[in-house]
């Protein structure tokens, strides 16, 4: 293999000021935008040796066929240039973004003559203020119903209102009080306006000082024995609070922010946005991204930020899970999309409420991608077409319908486990997963090769040992197969070359053929078969991908959880064999601690502090652990 590709520009000729650069393919298509403070030093790192690239960089430049730079005067405009040339050549390299255009807005229509308020997915509307996004339209929807009693502007449509201005009849909504009806005169349009502006003002976080305002107005004209008016607000209040109480108090009143989680693996991310104003959280947006280069969490940060505030203006502060390395410079972009000497401040949070919330926002955004990934594996076509897309991948003969696969699991030596699950038709068959206990004197590739010649002699069985179960098999009566009697058309193993190799010992030994192998390296996702000296490697964005890499997390957790059960009950069998320590106790000690290493580590002291252990107890635990 070349050391490098034949375009590389010479070092020389690539100047080492602040930039953004192009990588383009044959065809002149944009593959890959990035940015520099330093142009020469980061372009060097793409024509290092193509041996020592990442895989998925490896694969970007070979694709490539030319780069190109464009200088510029800091980091700052060279953050606003990549942002611009990512929007408008969409280059396949980038992160990709999902589109979230399905989420709702409340939007205030100032700009027309007599403004409305609407639940809408149109953010063109000339001169509107936006309110959201919100994750459901009912629930906006409802919102406007009732602060509609304390602020009656309009919410009908064009056509509604034309009907009402001709006939001189206002609609429903005017005479039940939830519309001001300018239609008919009942106020002017500057009356209305003024409500359209205070309704604006209320979503946008002012609401306790239009609480405090109308319940000072209550009470004067229920001191003026104005009944009738205090009575019409009290009830603007009750809306304006029930309203209030949709949206959770997070944090104190004066706070504007917008929180993200970003939850990701090696093939996509999952980003959830939180938006408080006025220390309430007003809208709740959510969005995929498929990740086709390795993008570390701050790049990814950046990116997300980019492609947040697209067509929004951030709030004062913005907090993210981790800072990118030119923060101030992207703290510096965001402020100016708030308006000339405005800033905004970029900061991880580190305690309190916000702390609290951000972990949260964390958490939503782990759901949502183990609910993307669910979705994705349950959808019957992306399945067939990943079975489909491996069976030509790995030259086999036909898609495999059932794959197995094993993963090795131990704690610095000890405690070695192996799991084996199983998918058919791309789907788990937890029934028929399998886990193993190791010598522990193995190593990994040891491990693999134990665990599949166990496996594996198996399949030389036949599925019924005796004629009396051939018999009852043959009369219709339902018998047992013997375990592992399925093979499978697809062996898939955790890891890369060696324990590749192991596997094919295992079915050499066993004399078993007619089975595809191959190992999924965790680091660069790369596909390794037998005896072949370089991988095979499958799109990021692809099912068969996505579907191997699920198969290879589920061998790895179902492997986690049984070597975590085989500790704690190493643990328990040895404390119990200690006299004055019975189930209670033992599981006193358990909880206090937290876990099987802290145990370890504690002395005579701290076991002590266990209600119910005494010196001489505490004394003999510590003896008997330390064994």
């Avoid at 100047?15 to 142009?39: C, E, I, M, T």
């Avoid at 027309?112 to 339209?137: E, K, Q, W």
């Avoid at 429903?172 to 009806?181: E, F, R, S, T, V």
Wanted: hydrophobic letters at 40%; proline letters at 5%.
């Amino acid at each position: 293999m070349a050391t490098t590709v034949s375009w590389r520009p010479k070092a020389g000729e690539i100047p080492q000021q602040a930039g953004v650069y192009r990588f383009r393919d044959a065809s002149s298509r944009v593959l890959y935008v990035g940015k520099a403070k330093n142009l020469r030093s980061r372009l060097s790192n793409y024509f290092a040796p193509l041996n020592s690239l990442h895989e998925r960089t490896r694969r970007m430049v070979l694709t490539a066929s030319s780069v190109e730079w464009t200088v510029v005067s800091n980091d700052f405009e060279a953050l606003q240039l990549e942002f611009t040339w990512i929007k408008e050549f969409d280059p396949p390299f980038n992160v990709q973004y999902k589109d979230d255009k399905s989420y709702p807005y409340l939007a205030i229509t100032l700009g027309d003559p007599v403004p409305r308020v609407l639940v809408t997915r149109n953010r063109s509307i000339p001169n509107a203020r936006y309110f959201g996004p919100y994750s459901r339209a009912w629930a906006i929807r409802e919102t406007v119903d009732i602060m509609l009693k304390a602020f009656p502007m309009r919410s009908c449509t064009e056509t509604t209102f034309k009907r009402a201005q001709q006939t001189g009849r206002p609609c429903l909504l005017g005479d039940i009080g939830k519309c001001a009806a300018p239609c008919v005169g009942r106020v002017t349009l500057e009356e209305h306006k003024s409500i359209a502006l205070d309704f604006a003002s209320f979503m946008g976080g002012n609401d306790s000082r239009y609480v405090a305002g109308i319940t000072k107005r209550m009470k004067e004209a229920s001191a003026a024995m104005d009944y009738e008016s205090a009575a019409r607000f009290r009830d603007q209040i009750a809306a304006m609070e029930t309203a209030l109480a949709k949206n959770a108090v997070v944090l104190d009143d004066g706070v504007d922010a917008d929180l993200f989680g970003i939850a990701h693996d090696e093939l996509a991310a999952a980003v959830q946005q939180f938006i408080v104003r006025g220390g309430r959280i007003r809208g709740v947006r959510g969005w995929v991204v498929d990740k086709e280069l390795d993008v570390e969490l701050p790049d990814l940060v950046e990116s997300v930020l980019q492609n947040a505030y697209e067509d929004a203006v951030p709030p004062r502060d913005v907090f993210v899970p981790a800072l990118p390395d030119d923060a101030p410079a992207l703290g510096r972009w965001l402020g100016e999309l708030r308006g000339p000497g405005a800033r905004v401040r970029l900061a991880v949070a580190q305690r309190g409420d916000k702390a609290a919330l951000s972990q949260t926002v964390t958490q939503n955004a782990q759901n949502a991608l183990i609910l993307y990934k669910t979705r994705r594996s349950g959808d019957f076509v992306a399945r067939s077409q990943a079975l489909s897309d491996i069976q030509e991948a790995l030259s086999m003969p036909d898609a495999p319908l059932r794959m197995e696969c094993y993963d090795v699991s131990h704690l610095s030596g000890t405690n070695i486990v192996a799991s084996m699950v199983v998918f058919e038709d791309g789907l788990p068959r937890k029934d028929q997963y399998r886990r193993f206990s190791i010598p522990e004197s193995t190593d990994d590739t040891e491990s693999i090769y134990q665990t599949l010649s166990r496996r594996l002699a198996y399949l030389k069985e036949p599925a019924t040992s005796t004629v009396s179960e051939a018999l009852d098999a043959a009369d219709g009566v339902e018998t047992r197969r013997k375990k592992f009697a399925y093979p499978p058309q697809l062996l898939i193993v955790d890891g890369g070359q060696p324990q590749v190799a192991a596997a094919q010992r295992a079915l050499d030994d066993a004399g078993i053929t007619g089975i595809q192998l191959c190992g999924i390296a965790k680091r660069l996702e790369e596909i390794w078969l037998p005896d072949s000296d370089f991988p095979v490697i499958l799109p990021r964005n692809s099912d068969a991908l996505f579907l191997i890499q699920r198969i290879r997390d589920e061998a790895h957790r179902f492997a986690i959880s049984y070597q975590r059960q085989k500790r704690k009950n190493d643990i328990q069998s040895v404390l119990a064999e200690i006299p004055g320590l019975g189930p209670a106790r033992v599981r006193e000690l358990l909880r206090h601690f937290g876990s099987v290493s802290s145990l370890r580590k504690a002395d005579a002291d701290a076991i002590t502090e266990v209600k119910g252990i005494g010196p001489a107890l505490a004394s003999t635990v510590v003896e008997r652990l330390q064994q």
